[in-house]
T-cell receptor, first 113, second 110 residues
Framework: DAGVTQSPTHLIKTRGQQVTLRCSPK?????VSWYQQALGQGPQFIFQ???????QRGNFPDRFSGHQFPNYSSELNVNALLLGDSALYLC????????????FGPGTRLTVT | LAKTTQPISMDSYEGQEVNITCSHN???????ITWYQQFPSQGPRFIIQ???TKVTNEVASLFIPADRKSSTLSLPRVSLSDTAVYYC???????????FGPGTSLSVIP
């Protein structure tokens, strides 16, 4: 049973560009959350998707947007990249309302130059 | 959202038991306490979760006093591979906004 997978593993972009990161949840999971983790800090919650809708959102600007597909996979889009967007982007999935633990993917390392 | 406070760092020798305490004075009645472990350049990994008293699994034990204002993660006989950052956080359901603090960086010394 594959766990949470993310692509790509690493990405280098230039300031002002746009980026799309992808996540496939663990089998049987229907909820996907995205986190940004800067070096030396804990993960910061970006948003959460369930039933193809954004359900919760953290303190991130509208440049950060997402999507969830009918197969529960998800994308994170970041527009007008800033140097400060350089971070590890983590996707986590969970199996539904009655459960609480989240399963994290390995992350995508984004570097903005 | 209720906030958690835990030590920034801890050192321990191999083979010792490590206890990491987390304070959550404003915990809500429907909050669960969850601990995650994270190695460098990897996503966090779920360790254990509890609501009250004691929970034990094959990896760790979680002790929660009756007032639930703190919790203690206990790692028995740590090894070098237990060197990681440990996060304590509160959540109500899988749809709740999950807030990670800076965590506790545990260094296991040979």
């Amino acid at each position: 049973d594959a766990g949470v997978t993310q692509s790509p593993t690493h990405l280098i972009k230039t300031r002002g560009q746009q980026v799309t990161l992808r996540c496939s949840p663990k089998s049987g999971h229907d909820t996907v959350s995205w986190y940004q983790q800067a070096l030396g800090q804990g993960p910061q919650f970006i948003f959460q998707y369930y039933e193809e809708e954004e359900r919760q959102r953290g303190n991130f600007p509208d440049r950060f947007s997402g999507h969830q597909f009918p197969n529960y996979s998800s994308e994170l889009n970041v527009n007008a990249l800033l140097l400060g967007d350089s971070a590890l982007y983590l996707c986590a999935s969970s199996p539904g309302l009655a459960r609480y633990e989240q399963y994290f993917g390995p992350g995508t390392r984004l570097t903005v130059t | 959202l209720a906030k958690t406070t835990q030590p920034i760092s801890m050192d321990s020798y191999e083979g010792q038991e490590v206890n990491i305490t987390c304070s959550h004075n404003n915990i809500a009645t429907n909050d669960y306490i969850t601990w995650y472990q994270q190695f460098p350049s990897q996503g966090p990994r779920f360790i254990i979760q509890g609501y009250k008293t004691k929970v034990t699994n094959e990896v760790a034990s979680l002790f929660i006093p009756a007032d639930r204002k703190s919790s203690t993660l206990s790692l028995p006989r740590v090894s070098l591979s237990d060197t990681a950052v440990y996060y304590c956080l509160l959540s109500k359901t899988s749809y709740d906004k999950v807030i990670f603090g800076p965590g506790t960086s545990l260094s296991v010394i040979p």
